[in-house]
T-cell receptor, first 115, second 113 residues
Framework: DTGVSQNPRHKITKRGQNVTFRCDPISEHNRLYWYRQTLGQGPEFLTYFQNEAQLEKSRLLSDRFSAERPKGSFSTLEIQRTEQGDSAMYLC?????????????FGNGTRLTVT | DQQVKQNSPSLSVQEGRISILNCDYTNSMFDYFLWYKKYPAEGPTFLISISSIKDKNEDGRFTVFLNKSAKHLSLHIVPSQPGDSAVYFCAANGQTNAGKSTFGDGTTLTVKP
């Protein structure tokens, strides 16, 4: 178990630029999640995949955000035309089961700063 | 409307004493509750969970209590150790969607030697 890996760890970008983050889940986990966390708050659900299918998107995920999980392995989260309000920690997590007591395994996150 | 609330942003206890972290929720449809611990510069890690049909779950030094009628749960750490110093998040799930968790804003626990 090598854990969930996220790259890059930090990203600084100028407003209006596009950014892309990558997440490599634990290999045997079929579910992958993206969360966003801002300072002083808990993680907020953005979207999740079961294998390659994106099954749900939060209303927090505007049209500028897109996530993919080709072939059900790694996932990417792209933010187009970044805004200062997008500055946050973006967390990826994976899980093996679908039941409510299946814990999430989080990566260490990508911290985005939009200047 | 915040469905999961951790009303104490911070808690400080002496090493060896009990730490009690609290969490309240409003949605009676939640079926599972989980606690995560987060160290700086790391992602949250799972600590312990409880089903809504139980009122207590214990794992070593960690015990979670659930009062369903009050929509309240608490995490007890006994005895507290300096390595327990971290941010603790309470999370709530429905029955079938494990990962669409609703998190509280966390409580920062400091255990003083």
């Amino acid at each position: 178990d090598t854990g969930v890996s996220q790259n890059p760890r930090h990203k600084i970008t100028k407003r209006g630029q596009n950014v892309t983050f990558r997440c490599d889940p634990i290999s045997e986990h079929n579910r992958l999640y993206w969360y966003r966390q801002t300072l002083g708050q808990g993680p907020e659900f953005l979207t999740y995949f079961q294998n390659e299918a994106q099954l749900e998107k939060s209303r927090l995920l505007s049209d500028r955000f897109s996530a993919e999980r080709p072939k059900g392995s790694f996932s990417t989260l792209e933010i187009q035309r970044t805004e200062q309000g997008d500055s946050a920690m973006y967390l990826c997590a994976s899980s093996l089961g679908h039941r409510g007591n299946s814990p999430l395994h989080f990566g260490n996150g990508t911290r985005l700063t939009v200047t | 409307d915040q469905q999961v609330k951790q009303n104490s942003p911070s808690l400080s206890v002496q090493e060896g004493r009990i730490s009690i972290l609290n969490c309240d929720y409003t949605n009676s449809m939640f079926d599972y509750f989980l606690w995560y611990k987060k160290y700086p510069a790391e992602g949250p890690t799972f600590l312990i969970s409880i089903s809504s049909i139980k009122d207590k779950n214990e794992d070593g030094r960690f015990t979670v209590f659930l009062n369903k009628s009050a929509k309240h749960l608490s995490l007890h750490i006994v005895p507290s150790q300096p390595g327990d110093s971290a941010v603790y998040f309470c999370a709530a799930n429905g029955q079938t969607n494990a990962g669409k968790s609703t998190f509280g804003d966390g409580t920062t626990l400091t255990v003083k030697p």
